[in-house]
């Protein structure tokens, strides 16, 4: 998952800044922040390995699955930047309780689900948990930490969960799906969750400003977004010409040109439009909107080609991914110390061919993939073309912006990346179903059955028609990667970054 970046109040900044806490509480005010962090982040990657078991327990269906990914995905995208103004408005450490306490509550919900309607909703609701607490975790560094050594080692510590939890998710749902149960994926949130919340205590609250939620905001952008998800994941299971498929895609269309007009005339807009007047703001949202894709269609359709196909337990399928993580990490460290002496096209160009080329990779897997001589490259290659990626996209989402807009220009890139990934999800997954049902109908339903039968002829003819709907999938997200890819190399034209200046924080998915 990306680092989170608060959203700066625009008007009527006078306030008074809160004091510093006490030097003693200076670390307990890193781990209580730092582990919020961990906690929002590592909640992403630690669902996707938990979904074949999720599936089969709740008897999800396979259009059915990816709002398990996306629920979380389209409140905590869709609602961030709102999250970041309340925290402006309203004190970051209120905020900050309430968006963990709400993250806390929805994990209980979400372990405790029945069915998957519940655990859907239960998901939402951590995603709005998520869009509260984190903009507002990284803005209380500000506001505890002085300038200087203890800020930097603070915002460190902070960039190194956004990359550590993506990793730590993955092995640790693993490991609880394998040895407890799914539901401990959600449980393990809450005595997180609790230890935060009663470490915010030591935590200074920070300044407050004037203003107001835009809340029609809200509610038309992210309505037209879950309707426009919604009308795409229906439209592929019931069919294009379906009365409620076409009603959704109206009620999205409606609403988020309301959205759209409401921003340009409200004066507390979620979404300032002038930030989309710069190309390279305008080229690094877009890009990242298009990488968002590929990011969440490589989690999940691998996750259920290793564990459906390949037989892989979620131990296995956690420690399989490493290789992912290594090369994200590597090459975001790379491309930070590149951004002094390259432009962001010259660094974020190649690094989306490479990843183009590592999504035409996973294309090719056959039923039977070795993972040493074709998963383990493949992922390592896409996750090196991605970590190459990210610092330039977040310099080309700051380039040029005023200062007072530097909060809200980075949080839009955490968006893109998010509300991305729902909408490329929901596309994907109408693909791959669509394909393997191609090959075999009910495919996916067929497996299990076959499975509780021990006919392993079907068996293997479920998990070709599965892999073929996988491979398409992936196919067409390493087209959506070389649009990201056409998109930086004709709109972004930053220059280089100036010695002086600062790397920005990778975006670790």
Do not use: C
């Not at 080309?396 to 807009?405: E, H, I, L, M």
């Amino acid at each position: 998952m990306p680092t989170e970046t608060p959203v700066s109040a625009t008007e009527d900044r006078s306030a008074v800044p809160a004091e510093m806490p006490p030097g003693r509480h200076l670390g307990l005010a890193l781990i209580v922040i730092a582990t919020a962090q961990l906690m929002v982040v590592l909640d992403a990657t630690i669902t996707n390995i938990a979904l074949p078991s999720i599936q089969t327990d709740l008897h999800v269906s396979a259009s059915n699955l990816a709002w398990i990914v996306n629920a979380y995905a389209l409140a905590f995208g869709g609602l961030l930047l709102l999250g970041g103004r309340a925290g402006d408005l309203y004190g970051r450490r209120r905020m900050f309780r309430v968006g963990i306490a709400t993250f806390t509550l929805a994990s209980l919900l979400g372990g405790l689900a029945q069915n998957e309607g519940l655990l859907i909703g239960a998901r939402i609701v951590q995603g709005i948990g998520a869009a509260i607490s984190a903009p507002s975790a990284l803005s209380l560094i500000a506001t505890n930490f002085p300038e200087g050594k203890p800020r930097n080692r603070a915002m460190g510590v902070y960039a190194a969960m956004a990359g550590l939890g993506s990793t730590v998710g993955l092995l640790l749902g693993g490991v609880l799906t394998d040895y407890l149960d799914w539901r401990w994926v959600f449980f393990v949130n809450i005595p997180i969750g609790a230890a935060v919340l009663v470490g915010t205590k030591v935590l200074a609250e920070g300044e407050r400003y004037t203003g107001r939620l835009d809340v029609p905001g809200a509610i038309t952008g992210t309505g037209g977004l879950i309707s426009l998800v919604y009308a795409i994941t229906r439209g592929g299971e019931d069919g294009w010409t379906d009365t409620l498929t076409l009603g959704f895609f109206g009620a999205a269309a409606v609403l988020l040109v309301l959205f759209v007009t409401l921003q340009t005339r409200t004066a507390h807009p979620m979404m300032p439009l002038r930030l989309f007047k710069d190309r390279n703001r305008a080229g690094a949202y877009t890009s990242m909107l298009f990488v968002g894709v590929g990011m969440f269609a490589t989690f999940y359709f691998l996750t259920l080609y290793m564990q459906q196909i390949l037989g892989y337990s979620p131990v296995q399928t956690g420690l399989a991914y490493l290789p992912f993580s290594v090369g994200m990490g590597a090459a975001a460290g790379v491309s930070s110390r590149l951004i002094s002496r390259l432009t962001p096209r010259q660094i974020a160009g190649p690094g989306l061919a490479v990843g183009a080329a590592g999504m035409f990779w996973f294309a090719t897997l056959g039923p039977g993939a070795s993972y040493v001589t074709h998963l383990m490259p493949a992922m390592f290659v896409t996750a090196v073309g991605l970590g190459m990626t990210f610092v330039p996209m977040t310099l080309g989402a700051v380039s040029g912006v005023r200062d007072q807009d530097s909060g809200i220009a980075s949080a839009l890139l955490n968006s893109s990346q998010q509300v991305g990934g729902a909408l490329g999800l929901a596309v994907l997954s109408t693909v791959s179903t669509a394909a393997a049902n191609d090959r075999l109908p009910n495919a996916a339903g067929t497996l299990y059955r076959a499975l509780a039968m021990k006919d392993f002829g079907l068996v293997t003819r479920a998990g070709d028609a599965l892999t073929h709907g996988y491979t398409r999938a992936f196919a067409v997200a390493a087209v959506f990667f070389i649009g990201a890819l056409l998109i930086t190399l004709f709109a972004i034209n930053a220059g280089k970054q100036d010695q002086g200046e600062s790397a920005p924080a990778a975006h670790m998915g």
